[in-house]
């Protein structure tokens, strides 16, 4: 993972990732990662 989009696997980049957390968040049975930013915000 990088800090730029166009090279980052998939286009995603996070910033200050500070926890995550797994859940099924789309209810097909595989956990999927969410991850948390500073204040408890979901990272976008």
């Known amino acids: 993972m990088t800090d730029k989009p166009e090279t980052s696997a998939g286009g ?15 209810n097909d049975g595989l956990p999927d990662i969410v991850p948390r930013s500073a204040g408890g915000r979901t990272a976008r």
């Open 12 to 26: 995603v980049v996070f910033g200050e990732v500070h926890a995550v957390g797994i859940a099924d968040t789309n």
